[in-house]
């Protein structure tokens, strides 16, 4: 899952205003009402996550993504859906192995992502608070290496602030211990690292040494691939499904988003042999790590006449950790499904995920999500809880039955 912002947590937003109430009548579509009834206790989605996982880290343009794929495709023929792939190319940007040394020790970190690379060597400044305007008045940073904490403002903002207060280069420590992936999101002209808190709370006790920042990047084209499922001759759905199956360098995925995945399919297969199949397409999103650049290219490869028949996309995203299951995009749709099952909670969710350049383009979006977790985007995101793979599921399959039972559906984002 990509940066997401939620309740505070900097991160990269993608916001939807502006829309108002459409009325769309639904003609010549008999009503679907004895569908899906069954509760899922399927074993099916932990045997995906699990399959997934095992074959390691799911990065973009890799030959595992390949094998992925391959497994996705299997399944969904298994189900008795056809499947064709969505290609799509994007710049990706690398981190070759980036660090900062201080007093002779190499502390490895990660380079924000659309960094510029370089190399510096400078005294180490600390800037008190956040990297605010007014922080950098505090202190004397021309020349130097600037040393900021993580929060209350955006890495580009920070990393501007430093620049033109003279920095020469910007490490921004992580306001936790884990560590921080993020990005810029914007030009600045100096490099920016990031290093975890564990790793880089210590450096504020430092009385402004000379330290080596190297940075190590790179921009390299890749190909990602969408895989879409769909029932033989459907080709205009009521509802798109949706979830990304690729993970980050380092992490397996298991949370992010192997859960989503599995629920996806667990949804597609107990609805494969019901009425209510015809009316989905199932999509597994390539780069989504890297930029939502799957969904994104899905939306932009659409016709407007195929974007503007959809009654919803739904979006799963880390739903194999923590219980309270939150949901976010449409009030129509949040309100839909707290209607369902009234234990679930909304919250703002406005980008960060696949449903994001749906609801840019205008299609009421539905994401399902669970919050975030200490296992977030490291080697340790290898388990999920199976129960919560089935609560979802059957939250989303009870979810696409109320819209696709509908003849009229009103949207209001």
């Known amino acids: 899952m990509a940066k997401l912002l939620v309740a505070g947590v900097s991160v990269l937003s993608i916001g939807v205003t502006g829309c108002t109430p459409v009325l769309e009548e639904r003609t010549e579509r008999g009503t679907l009402l004895s569908q899906a009834e069954s509760t899922i206790t399927s074993e099916s989605a932990i045997a995906d996550v699990q ?17 992925a794929r391959a497994y996705l495709i299997e399944q969904y023929t298994r189900a008795g859906y056809e499947t064709r ?12 192995g980036s660090n900062i040394t201080v007093n002779g020790r190499t502390i490895n970190g990660r380079a924000l992502n659309g960094s510029i690379a370089g190399k510096q060597s400078a ?53 936790e211990p884990g560590d921080l992936y993020g990005t810029l999101g914007g030009e600045v002209q100096i490099p920016v690292l990031a290093l975890s808190g564990k790793v880089g709370n210590s450096l504020f006790e430092s009385q402004q040494p ?44 298991a949370n992010d988003n192997a859960s989503g995945t599995a629920v996806m399919l667990d949804v ?74 009234s234990d679930i909670s909304v919250f703002d969710s406005q980008g960060g995920s696949d449903h994001a350049p749906f609801a840019r383009a205008g299609v009421p979006v539905l994401f399902f999500y669970r919050g975030q977790e200490p296992n977030y985007h490291t080697p340790d995101d290898k388990s999920i809880e199976p129960r919560l793979l089935d609560e979802t599921s059957q939250v989303g399959l009870n979810v696409l039955k ?5 003849d009229t559906v009103t949207v209001a984002m």
């Open 85 to 96: 792939t969505q290609t799509f190319t994007y710049p990706k940007f690398e981190d070759l």
């Open 210 to 253: 000379q330290v080596s920042l190297a940075i190590n990047t790179r921009q390299r084209t890749v190909t990602g691939t969408n895989v879409i499922a769909h029932l033989p001759g459907v080709t205009q759905p009521r509802v798109v499904v949706g979830a990304h199956y690729d993970s980050v360098p380092g992490s397996p995925g």
């Open 402 to 406: 109320q819209i696709l039972n509908s």
């Open 268 to 341: 597609a297969r107990n609805m494969a042999q019901t009425p209510l199949a015809r009316q989905a397409w199932f999509v597994a999103f390539d780069g989504e790590e890297d930029g939502l650049h799957g969904s994104r290219s899905f939306v932009s490869q659409a016709q407007p006449s195929f974007l503007k028949r959809l009654d919803a996309m739904l979006n799963f995203d880390m739903v194999g950790v923590n219980d309270q299951l939150l949901v976010g995009g449409t009030q129509s749709l949040t309100k839909l499904t707290q209607a369902t099952q």
């Open 123 to 175: 005294r180490l400044v600390a800037v008190p608070n956040v990297g605010q305007t007014s922080d950098f008045a505090a202190v004397d940073v021309k020349g130097a290496i600037a040393l900021i904490r993580r929060g209350e403002i955006p890495f580009l903002q920070k990393a501007q602030n430093a620049a033109k207060a003279g920095a020469v280069g910007v490490v921004i420590v992580n306001n």
């Open 51 to 67: 399959a997934l996982v095992k074959l390691g880290s799911r990065v973009t343009g890799t030959p595992v993504m390949e094998q």
